[in-house]
């Protein structure tokens, strides 16, 4: 393994700006930016090495735009220079870092973990429940937090940050991709690092969660997460601690939060997932996901009519949707979406 005099030195190193630039390119490579950097590679990662190592890289402006799927929201994109940047720091020095403080059941944006992880620990904690208590009463505390990355506070981040990395060049680093929004709360979702800082921003509270509340049952993927527990009261309890915890983080839980019971099923990952009184785990696809892939379809059908939407497109996107489907009980959805599918694209299909 090659060693680095600095942590900074990681992320200019080229080596690592020519791995970054593989990883920030895949899935883009039709795209003008990314052809661009391409055509003139080794002057363009050259110049990243410079500009980093002088200290002089600056922070391209973000492209806004919104999604509104699952729900409304404003993604702001770097650039593809930034991106190589974000993958080289991200990659050699923000994940080997970090990642070694966080919980095993904090799902998110780490390799080897995603939502097969959490999907099946969630199947293990509630097996492992049935056996304690050989039954399905029990209660769940399912919270979230209100437009998380939007109200993420610089200063509170900043100073997380600084319990990991001690290095003054890759804090200016990290500094100026947290600063590069307007005021002092608030980071951009479409950065590759902002996906690690939220990880590290509620590190905290796992901890507390796991250690100090003493719950076993409790896994996180970003800001939805839940707590098992055979105890409504005790919930009650720490439901009263997690929003003083999250308010001296600037946070605040949403209106989805709240307590039910154990046998009407947990609502995670896209999939509603129920314990039965034999001690069955069942999971089933979420209503919005089941009516939202119809209107899809037939949206698709429209747009592709028009001209505006290519058949491979709608085969990927409805590929992708089946594949999710798959992970839960889901067989007499799946036969039910294929006809209307094959109904819709039969003779496009082929």
Same mark, same amino acid.
């Given at each position: #393994?090659?060693?680095?005099?600095?942590?900074?030195?990681?992320?200019?190193?080229?080596?690592?700006?020519?791995?970054?630039?593989?990883?920030?390119?895949?899935?883009?490579?039709?795209?003008?930016? /990314?052809?661009?950097?391409?055509?003139?590679?080794?002057?363009?990662?050259?110049?990243?090495?410079?500009?980093?190592? =002088?200290?002089?890289?600056?922070? /391209?402006?973000?492209?806004?735009?919104?999604?509104?799927?699952?729900?409304?929201?404003?993604? #702001?994109?770097?650039?593809?220079?930034?991106?190589?940047? !974000?993958?080289?720091?991200?990659?050699?020095?923000?994940?080997?870092?970090?990642?070694? @403080?966080?919980?095993?059941?904090?799902?998110?944006?780490?390799?080897?973990?995603?939502?097969?992880?959490?999907?099946?620990?969630?199947?293990? &904690?509630? %097996?492992?429940?049935?056996?304690?208590?050989?039954? /399905?009463?029990?209660?769940?505390?399912?919270?979230?937090?209100?437009?998380?990355?939007? =109200?993420?506070?610089?200063?509170?981040?900043?100073?997380?940050?600084?319990?990991?990395?001690?290095?003054?060049?890759?804090?200016?680093?990290?500094? #100026?991709?947290?600063?590069?929004?307007?005021?002092?709360?608030?980071?951009?979702?479409? =950065? !590759?690092?902002? !996906?690690?800082?939220?990880?590290?921003?509620?590190?905290?509270?796992? %901890?507390?969660?796991?250690?100090?509340?003493?719950?076993?049952?409790?896994?996180?993927? #970003?800001?939805? &997460?839940?707590?098992?527990?055979?105890?409504?009261? &005790?919930?009650?309890?720490?439901?009263?601690?997690?929003?003083?915890?999250?308010?001296?983080?600037?946070?605040?839980?949403?209106?989805?939060?709240?307590?039910?019971?154990?046998? =009407?099923?947990?609502? &995670?990952?896209?999939?509603?997932?129920?314990?039965?009184? @034999?001690?069955?785990?069942?999971?089933?696809?979420?209503?919005?996901?089941?009516?939202?892939?119809?209107?899809?379809?037939?949206?698709?059908?429209?747009?592709?009519? !028009?001209?505006?939407?290519?058949?491979?497109?709608?085969?990927?996107?409805?590929?992708?949707?089946?594949?999710?489907?798959?992970?839960?009980?889901?067989?007499?959805?799946?036969?039910?979406?294929?006809?209307?599918?094959?109904?819709?694209?039969?003779?496009?299909?082929?």
């Amino acid at each position: #393994m090659q060693e680095y005099e600095t942590l900074y030195e990681r992320i200019y190193a080229f080596k690592n700006l020519y791995n970054a630039y593989k990883e920030a390119r895949k899935g883009k490579r039709w795209k003008d930016a /990314a052809i661009k950097f391409e055509i003139n590679l080794m002057e363009a990662l050259l110049l990243l090495k410079y500009q980093l190592q =002088n200290k002089t890289y600056t922070l /391209a402006p973000y492209n806004r735009f919104y999604v509104y799927e699952p729900k409304e929201r404003l993604v #702001m994109s770097n650039s593809y220079k930034d991106k190589v940047v !974000q993958h080289s720091l991200c990659d050699n020095v923000l994940e080997p870092i970090l990642i070694k @403080s966080f919980i095993y059941d904090n799902y998110a944006s780490q390799v080897g973990k995603g939502t097969d992880l959490g999907l099946s620990r969630l199947t293990e &904690f509630l %097996h492992k429940y049935y056996r304690q208590h050989k039954s /399905a009463d029990g209660w769940v505390l399912k919270c979230d937090i209100r437009k998380f990355f939007y =109200n993420i506070n610089h200063g509170i981040l900043k100073s997380l940050l600084r319990k990991h990395i001690s290095c003054e060049n890759t804090l200016w680093l990290l500094d #100026m991709i947290i600063d590069s929004t307007e005021g002092e709360v608030g980071i951009p979702i479409g =950065n !590759q690092s902002s !996906q690690l800082f939220a990880l590290l921003y509620l590190n905290g509270l796992d %901890h507390y969660i796991k250690e100090k509340l003493g719950i076993k049952f409790y896994g996180r993927y #970003m800001d939805d &997460f839940y707590l098992i527990h055979e105890d409504k009261e &005790f919930l009650k309890k720490c439901l009263n601690e997690i929003r003083s915890y999250v308010g001296k983080l600037g946070l605040e839980l949403n209106e989805k939060t709240q307590i039910s019971p154990l046998r =009407n099923g947990i609502d &995670f990952l896209g999939f509603h997932t129920y314990l039965t009184d @034999s001690g069955k785990v069942i999971r089933k696809l979420r209503r919005q996901s089941k009516t939202g892939i119809c209107r899809r379809l037939k949206k698709f059908k429209g747009l592709h009519e !028009q001209g505006r939407l290519p058949m491979t497109r709608i085969e990927c996107s409805y590929r992708s949707w089946r594949g999710h489907a798959e992970r839960g009980n889901c067989y007499h959805l799946i036969r039910k979406t294929d006809k209307l599918y094959n109904e819709l694209f039969k003779k496009e299909d082929k």
